[in-house]
């Protein structure tokens, strides 16, 4: 173990600081679902239909985003601040360009991509007159969060929890106005919440163009840099980003999949609502453990360029001393994530009786395998890929998803007719499952590559 407090303090902060940004940000989500779901039980399972499409495109920010912070982490530990600002113009014309597609298939196609997910006229109306004003948001979304997500990798943090700060309280008091017609605004239902997260949305993005002009010193962003970029970093980038694109990519398409199978299941009038409760409160809970993986990626690339001449000595006891605080996070987070069920269900007063006992159900599952995914994505997130071993990651997290996870729920929902809480287990069985798998990876040190010039 680590003895350095320095370390200990420095790595807090990092987690602390991403943490308070995750837990600002999903709090958007949930102040939209409560508010949602007191409005009514069929606009909260609408909503949550068209949050599939919004977790597809932020699963692709992130894969953008995690082939900047990798290389531009590695170049900030050995001190060479140049190649940064054409690493990020790289990420920029992938994401926008991807978002881009997002936007205009939300745009064009909307009832053929709710009718996908639900056979409930009444939550595919509600999900319909939300998506077409939220994919509005999608492009400001991508160029807000790769923007922020990027200073990550040379330590500036602050700029994301300021960004999502802001976003809570506008979306709070907006979506306080036009759902439910106060001060004299009419009540637009799921259209005033979507009216809410665009307005939100808009402000994010004036917040970091602010930032990187009056603030950002240390790489000095400005649209010439990101346009005009050295185009030898591009091979490096694709090259470090596209194994992580795929596996995000396939990740947002398999969280679609998965609310395709609860969406059908004959119950899925009180399936819905309590998949999107249980997730939305993981999600919340759940914030240190995904703080301390992003966190953990930004000193790993830092080390590892520190470390060029001898990357496996320099790195050993970082990853003996992580390993072992990602366990122990990963049982607290478990803990609270049971408690919370009983508070939970008070706040979501107005779920009938089936889908209030499903939700108590869904979330002792991800309190039990949220133990394995604050071990298994930190380490593979904060190393495997830090230290750029993205093929890796790929294939293991694709095989589980697309071989075992999904098939086991299609067959436990449709074929053998098993209760909710199995199928909604088989979906996050590959938590528990990848553990083994990353552990031994990580040992064996052969996911440290040369990724730099």
Same mark, same amino acid.
């Given at each position: 173990?680590?003895? @350095?407090k320095?370390?200990?303090?420095s790595?807090?902060?990092?987690?602390?600081?991403i943490?308070?940004?995750?837990?600002?940000?999903? *709090? $958007?989500?949930?102040?939209d679902?409560?508010?949602? =779901?007191?409005?009514?039980?069929?606009?909260?399972?609408?909503?949550?239909?068209? !949050?599939?499409?919004?977790?597809?495109?932020?699963?692709?920010? $992130?894969?953008v985003?995690e082939?900047?912070?990798?290389l531009?982490a590695?170049?900030?530990?050995?001190?060479?601040?140049?190649?940064?600002?054409?690493?990020?113009?790289?990420?920029?014309?992938?994401?926008?360009?991807?978002?881009?597609?997002?936007?205009?298939?939300?745009?064009?196609?909307?009832?053929?991509?709710?009718?996908?997910? %639900?056979?409930?006229a009444?939550?595919?109306k509600?999900?319909?007159?939300?998506?077409?004003?939220?994919?509005?948001t999608?492009?400001?979304?991508?160029?807000?969060?790769?923007?922020?997500? *990027?200073?990550?990798? &040379?330590? &500036?943090?602050?700029?994301g929890?300021?960004?999502?700060? *802001?976003?809570?309280?506008?979306?709070?008091?907006l979506?306080y106005?036009?759902?439910?017609?106060?001060?004299?605004?009419?009540?637009?239902?799921?259209? =005033?919440?979507?009216?809410?997260?665009l307005?939100?949305?808009?402000?994010?993005?004036?917040?970091?163009?602010?930032?990187?002009?009056?603030?950002?010193?240390?790489? !000095?962003?400005?649209?010439?840099?990101?346009?005009?970029?050295?185009?030898?970093?591009?091979? @490096?980038?694709?090259?470090?980003?596209?194994?992580?694109?795929?596996?995000?990519?396939?990740?947002?398409?398999?969280?679609?999949?998965?609310?395709?199978?609860?969406?059908?299941?004959?119950?899925?009038?009180?399936?819905?609502?309590?998949?999107?409760?249980? $997730?939305?409160?993981?999600?919340?809970?759940?914030?240190?453990?995904?703080?301390?993986?992003?966190?953990?990626?930004?000193?790993?690339?830092?080390?590892?360029?520190?470390?060029?001449?001898?990357?496996?000595?320099?790195?050993?006891?970082?990853?003996?001393?992580?390993?072992i605080?990602?366990?122990?996070?990963?049982?607290? %987070?478990?803990?609270?994530?049971?408690?919370?069920?009983?508070?939970?269900l008070?706040?979501?007063?107005?779920?009938?009786?089936?889908?209030?006992?499903?939700?108590?159900?869904?979330?002792?599952?991800?309190? &039990?395998?949220?133990?394995?995914?604050?071990?298994?994505m930190? %380490?593979?997130?904060?190393?495997?890929?830090?230290?750029?071993?993205?093929?890796?990651s790929?294939?293991?997290?694709?095989i589980?998803?697309?071989?075992?996870?999904l098939?086991?729920?299609?067959?436990?929902?449709?074929?053998?007719?098993?209760?909710?809480?199995?199928?909604?287990?088989?979906?996050?069985m @590959?938590q528990?499952?990848?553990?083994?798998?990353?552990?031994?990876?990580?040992? *064996?040190?052969?996911?440290?590559?040369?990724?730099?010039r």
């Amino acid at each position: 173990m680590i003895r @350095d407090k320095n370390f200990y303090k420095s790595f807090a902060i990092l987690t602390l600081s991403i943490a308070l940004q995750n837990l600002l940000t999903y *709090s $958007v989500n949930l102040a939209d679902n409560i508010m949602i =779901g007191r409005y009514s039980q069929d606009a909260l399972s609408g909503v949550s239909l068209c !949050n599939q499409f919004q977790f597809f495109l932020q699963m692709l920010v $992130v894969g953008v985003s995690e082939g900047i912070v990798v290389l531009g982490a590695r170049y900030w530990g050995k001190k060479e601040i140049r190649p940064i600002p054409s690493i990020i113009g790289c990420g920029l014309r992938f994401g926008g360009g991807l978002a881009l597609l997002l936007f205009l298939a939300a745009l064009i196609f909307p009832r053929q991509l709710i009718g996908v997910m %639900t056979n409930d006229a009444a939550v595919a109306k509600e999900a319909l007159q939300y998506l077409q004003i939220i994919c509005f948001t999608y492009i400001l979304f991508a160029i807000t969060n790769m923007l922020a997500s *990027s200073l990550r990798s &040379i330590g &500036i943090v602050k700029i994301g929890y300021i960004i999502a700060g *802001s976003t809570l309280c506008i979306n709070i008091v907006l979506n306080y106005i036009l759902i439910y017609g106060h001060f004299g605004a009419p009540a637009l239902g799921v259209r =005033g919440a979507a009216i809410a997260t665009l307005v939100s949305r808009t402000v994010e993005l004036l917040i970091v163009i602010w930032f990187l002009k009056f603030r950002e010193h240390t790489l !000095n962003l400005n649209v010439k840099k990101l346009i005009f970029i050295d185009k030898q970093y591009m091979p @490096d980038y694709v090259r470090i980003s596209l194994p992580l694109l795929i596996t995000q990519a396939l990740w947002g398409v398999n969280s679609i999949a998965q609310t395709a199978i609860i969406g059908n299941m004959q119950d899925s009038a009180s399936v819905l609502p309590a998949n999107s409760i249980s $997730v939305i409160v993981y999600q919340i809970i759940s914030v240190i453990g995904y703080g301390a993986a992003s966190a953990a990626a930004i000193i790993t690339g830092k080390t590892l360029g520190e470390h060029e001449s001898d990357p496996i000595n320099g790195v050993k006891p970082l990853l003996h001393t992580l390993q072992i605080l990602f366990l122990m996070i990963g049982v607290i %987070t478990g803990i609270v994530l049971y408690l919370s069920q009983w508070p939970i269900l008070m706040i979501y007063n107005t779920l009938t009786p089936r889908a209030a006992e499903l939700t108590r159900q869904f979330i002792i599952v991800l309190a &039990i395998t949220t133990v394995g995914t604050c071990y298994q994505m930190a %380490t593979d997130s904060g190393f495997l890929r830090a230290g750029g071993d993205t093929k890796f990651s790929m294939k293991n997290n694709n095989i589980w998803t697309w071989l075992i996870c999904l098939p086991c729920a299609y067959l436990s929902a449709f074929v053998f007719k098993f209760p909710p809480v199995v199928v909604f287990f088989c979906l996050k069985m @590959d938590q528990i499952g990848k553990c083994p798998i990353v552990y031994l990876r990580a040992k *064996s040190f052969k996911w440290i590559h040369q990724v730099t010039r």
